[in-house]
């Protein structure tokens, strides 16, 4: 076993070492740092070959380590500045709502944001014994069909139900390239694509860098509102629509069974896709989730999209892609273009963990858990921010989201917040356009049930000042 503490602790002290005698001078042996932090062989070997990777100590077999010679400091900075030049009339991506929204939380804050389960919610010892079992065998490492695993094809196909079947399936690394391929491979530049308002940030990103224009359609506590889809198609021509029919991000809204029929014909008489981004039908809270619109669509209209990533862990990245016809053809070699085709072992240990009893237990208790910490993010929010407006209690997902007093600045509060240690995402970067007011997003998925009560404490001493 590696003792990362003893390891740390003789790091520290041959670089204090190193920085205090003059270059070459030699420095303790290998004996006396075992003895001097009762450490192991191995772990002092490890030490020192962190050191010598940094440059700042030279190991010399047989007769010890000394203090490396110090790198010029006079070193010529680079001129960069032809990049400029080079890329000065090419817009830059903009990636910089997601950047924050992946950002990892600094030490001691309360993460109310992000949008994957905290640690203690991942099947961590299934997906090690998982992953283990498929590394071990041969042919995960071999060459895979493009298209995926097809057992894991096929069990995608069956989630998605309707007429989907094993052979309509792409297996991608995750539900953002998935969502980046389908728009890329459904329309082309310049094009208009319909959102719901708000949507999924990320999605605003996919399509714009692929040069698409976003077009958003209002949405209610029931979804997207069909009479202005209908209208959008009109008026823009558009033949995509995402959508997020299962608590949505970030609203928690679910597309209400009302409206699901006049959804799918607003789209049939389009002539167009709706791509379903299905990220959270494993988050199901109360009772039985409504199935994917998918399910019924005769005529190849649904693209759906489906990852693992959300439900087990975000290292196991996992996702697919169906669509029949023309549609399918154009995603999966769009897909291929990008990528050739997903990792092997990791395919197959997704298949070893999805068909293993341990899944079906582990999503059980997800469910279970979700509800314990949404609860407590609902009613902490009752409690100490009675001001801002829960929109939706979601029945499933991670999210909920808050509309804020009218002169509330959402950007501002945000970052104010996170001096005060706790971590929110802003409203403004869901919309598409300009937002009706000041929104903010929380998520109850990546903290444990007293971190978001203490999260939500924060926030409202932030909201007052
Ligand atoms: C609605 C939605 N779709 C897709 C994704 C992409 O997730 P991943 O690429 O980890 O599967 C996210 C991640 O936050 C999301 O919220």
Redesign the pocket.
């Known amino acids: 076993m590696i003792d990362g503490n003893t390891e740390s602790r003789v790091i520290e002290d041959v670089r204090t070492a190193a920085r205090a005698l003059p270059p070459g001078s030699r420095l303790p042996s290998v004996r006396e740092l075992m003895a001097r932090h009762r450490a192991s062989p191995v772990t002092v070997q490890r030490a020192l070959s962190r050191l010598a990777g940094e440059g700042l100590v030279v190991p010399r077999p047989g007769r010890g380590t000394f203090v490396a010679e110090k790198r010029a400091t006079t070193e010529k900075a680079p001129d960069l500045g032809w990049q400029e030049v080079a890329l000065a009339d090419r817009p830059p991506l903009q990636a910089a709502p997601l950047d924050a929204l992946l950002a990892l939380p600094p030490d001691g804050a309360i993460p109310l944001t992000g949008?994957y389960l905290h640690p203690d919610l991942q099947p961590v010892a299934a997906l090690g014994a998982a992953l283990g079992r498929a590394a071990r065998r041969p042919e995960p490492w071999g060459r895979l069909a493009v298209e995926g695993l097809q057992p894991l094809r096929e069990w995608f196909a069956r989630e998605a139900g309707g007429h989907v079947r094993g052979h309509d399936v792409v297996i991608c690394s995750?539900?953002?390239?998935a969502?980046a391929t389908a728009f890329r491979a459904l329309a082309a530049p310049g094009e208009p694509v319909l959102v719901e308002s708000p949507t999924?940030l990320?999605?605003i990103s996919a399509l714009r860098s692929a040069g698409l224009r976003a077009v958003p359609v209002p949405t209610d506590a029931d979804g997207v509102r069909p009479d202005l889809l209908a209208a959008a198609f009109a008026l823009t021509g558009a033949r995509v629509f995402y959508c997020?029919p299962l608590h949505a991000?970030p609203t928690g809204a679910t597309l209400a069974p009302h409206r699901r029929a006049a959804v799918l014909d607003a789209v049939r008489a389009a002539g167009a896709f709706l791509i379903e981004?299905d990220?959270a039908r494993d988050l199901r809270i109360d009772g039985e989730a409504p199935p994917p619109l998918a399910s019924d669509d005769p005529d190849g209209h649904v693209v759906y999209l489906r990852?693992l990533?959300?439900s087990a862990a975000?290292g196991l990245?996992i996702?697919a892609v169906s669509a029949r016809g023309a549609a399918g053809a154009r995603i999966k070699a769009a897909r291929i273009i990008d990528d050739f085709f997903v990792s092997g072992p990791l395919q197959h240990a997704t298949l070893e963990l999805i068909s293993a009893p341990a899944w079906r237990r582990h999503l059980k208790r997800l469910r279970a858990e979700l509800r314990v910490r949404r609860d407590a993010l609902t009613a902490a929010l009752g409690e100490h921010l009675p001001d801002w407006q829960l929109q939706v209690v979601p029945a499933g997902g991670f999210h909920v989201w808050l509309r804020l007093p009218d002169d509330a600045d959402d950007i501002a509060l945000t970052a104010r917040a996170a001096a005060a240690g706790v971590l929110v995402s802003p409203g403004r970067p869901w919309f598409a356009a300009e937002p009706p007011g000041p929104h903010v997003r929380l998520t109850f998925a990546g903290a444990p049930a007293p971190d978001l009560v203490e999260g939500v404490r924060r926030l409202a001493k932030v909201a007052a000042q």
């Open positions: 949008g995750g539900g953002q390239p969502l999924y990320g999605a997020q991000n981004d990220w990852s990533t959300k975000p990245r996702a």
